[in-house]
């Protein structure tokens, strides 16, 4: 009977994997899409993110836990996560990062408690890979085969955008309801932008969806991300803010964006909502803190046994700040301007950041009032 189903097993095509197409592989053809990748956060992993790559031999030296999202299409993930191996800048699969290929291989995103898991679709050896794309006319190409696959765009970013628990059960990031799908994402943050998909262009296309994957590392999307109301009263200031964005406003732990408010008279600032530090307001600053089993504060994530504050606006959430002023005049200006430090100070304390844009303000938006007259 052993002997019967090994005969199966060898007459049964194996079903591997397609060969790994490289970023660069895809540049002969797709070369516009591929200088948008390659100033994409996609196109970035441990070797040439500082931030990821402190964060992650803070967690551990030996283990790399992080691959399964930040290098998936390394060939040898089960090694890297149990330590037998070291993230090797001499395989392009983990320089790739998440890769061209990679992404167009995800067949189906299982839902799962501490993170989802992403299925990559298998062909038998020897059959040009196919790549999921675009669902408008896909199209052959002589190097590979496309598949019209809906199922494809809507569990696409699914796989490592939703949520992510630690080994504490303590929820790390939460950005994804269970009835949110990727088409949403994808307009977002791939827009049409001009050109054909493909250097040829022989089809003779006007646009493609955009590969930058612009995010918090892009003013024009920063600027996106919520508005601001300001509402003087005799001797108080309410500020509305409004996500509107689907997701939190804080996803990424590291991150904190604050409210930089100031009350202005005859050009000299008479009052502001925190003098040094811009947690010294528990409002208007956005973050979540986690402790450790001593109910202490810890920077990284992996280690934290709870949440410890949060502070955040959920997808499309309003909410209004109040705050006592000395009383406010006609001519006064207010100034309501919202910030990003891409690495919150209790994080960078423990990292010794290099990259000065990671711990300085990145402006998001800035809103001016002139009182004229006070109700
Ligand atoms: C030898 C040229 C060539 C190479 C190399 C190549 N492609 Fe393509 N690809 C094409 C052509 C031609 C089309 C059809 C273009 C069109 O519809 O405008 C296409 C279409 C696609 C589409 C779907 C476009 C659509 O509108 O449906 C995706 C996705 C894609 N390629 C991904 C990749 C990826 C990822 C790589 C690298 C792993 C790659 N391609 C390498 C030629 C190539
Ligand atoms: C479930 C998937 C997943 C796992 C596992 C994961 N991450 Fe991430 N990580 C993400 C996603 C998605 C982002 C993109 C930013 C966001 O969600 O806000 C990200 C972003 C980051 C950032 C911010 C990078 C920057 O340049 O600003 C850091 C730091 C980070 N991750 C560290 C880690 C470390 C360290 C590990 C392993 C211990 C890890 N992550 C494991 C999904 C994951
Ligand atoms: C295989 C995992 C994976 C998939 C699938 C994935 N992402 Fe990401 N994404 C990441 C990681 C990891 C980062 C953070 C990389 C870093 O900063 O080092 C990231 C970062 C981003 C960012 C932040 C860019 C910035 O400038 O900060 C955006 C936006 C984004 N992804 C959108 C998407 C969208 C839209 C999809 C679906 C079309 C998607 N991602 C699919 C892993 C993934
Ligand atoms: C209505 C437009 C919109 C949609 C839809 C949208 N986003 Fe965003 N997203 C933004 C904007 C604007 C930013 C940049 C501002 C910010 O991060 O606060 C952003 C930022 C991000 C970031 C970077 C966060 C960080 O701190 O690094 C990630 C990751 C992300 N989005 C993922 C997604 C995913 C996954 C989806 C699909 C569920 C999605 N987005 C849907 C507008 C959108
Ligand atoms: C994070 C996942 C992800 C990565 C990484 C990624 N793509 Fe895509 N790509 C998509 C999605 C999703 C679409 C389909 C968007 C749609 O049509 O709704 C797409 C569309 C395309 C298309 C068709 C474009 C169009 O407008 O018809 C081409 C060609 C393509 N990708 C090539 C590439 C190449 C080449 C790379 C690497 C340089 C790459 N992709 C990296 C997710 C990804």
């Known amino acids: ?9 060898t007459l049964l095509p194996p079903l591997l994997s397609a060969k790994y197409l490289t970023n660069k592989s895809c540049k002969e053809c797709h070369e516009d899409i591929y200088y948008e990748y390659q100033s994409s956060y996609h196109s970035k992993t441990y070797f040439n993110d500082e931030l990821h790559r402190k964060v992650a031999n803070a967690v551990s030296t030996k283990k790399y836990e992080c691959v399964s999202c ?24 983990q320089t790739d990062a998440v890769s061209c290929f990679y992404c167009h291989q995800i067949g189906y995103v299982k839902q799962a408690h501490k993170k989802n898991i992403i299925y990559i679709s298998k062909k038998p050896e020897g059959y040009k890979p196919s790549m999921f794309g675009s669902l408008e006319d896909p199209d052959d190409s002589d190097k590979h085969e496309m598949l019209n696959n809906p199922i494809y765009k809507k569990n696409v970013c699914l796989g490592c955008h939703s949520h992510k628990r630690n080994d504490h059960d303590v929820m790390i990031f939460d950005a994804m309801k269970d009835n949110q799908d990727s088409t949403e994402c994808i307009k977002c943050h791939m827009p049409y932008i001009n ?19 612009a995010g918090i590392h892009s003013l024009d999307m920063r ?25 939190p406003l804080i996803i990424q732990a590291a991150r904190v964006k604050y409210l930089k408010l100031t009350l202005n008279r005859d050009g000299k600032i008479i009052w502001k909502n925190f003098q040094k530090s811009p947690l010294e307001d528990k409002q208007g ?4 803190e986690f402790a450790d089993k001593n109910n202490k504060l810890v920077a990284i994530p992996a280690f934290a046994y709870k949440r410890k504050f949060v502070n955040n606006l959920q997808a499309k959430e309003k909410k209004v700040l109040k705050y006592k ?9 207010i100034k ?3 910030y990003v430090i891409l690495a919150k100070p209790s994080c960078s304390e423990v ?23 006070i109700k």
């Open 70 to 93: 930040h290098m998936p299409a390394a060939a040898n993930k089960k090694a890297l996560e149990n330590g037998n191996e070291h993230p090797s800048k001499l395989y392009k699969e």
């Open 285 to 288: 600053a956005f973050l979540i």
């Open 223 to 247: 600027e996106k991300a919520l508005d601001i109301f300001i509402h003087p009263e005799h001797d108080s200031i309410e500020i509305t803010l409004q996500n509107k964005m689907p997701h």
């Open 351 to 373: 990292l010794d950041l290099q990259d000065k844009s990671l711990t300085s303000p990145l402006l998001m938006k800035e809103v001016t009032y002139k009182v004229t007259n």
């Open 325 to 333: 002023t000395p009383s406010i005049k006609k001519g006064d200006i």
């Open 336 to 338: 309501a301007a919202f």
């Open 1 to 9: 009977m052993k002997l019967f189903l090994l005969f199966l097993l």
């Open 195 to 213: 050109g054909g998909a493909e250097k040829m262009n022989k089809r003779g296309r006007l646009e493609h969806r955009s590969h930058t994957f």
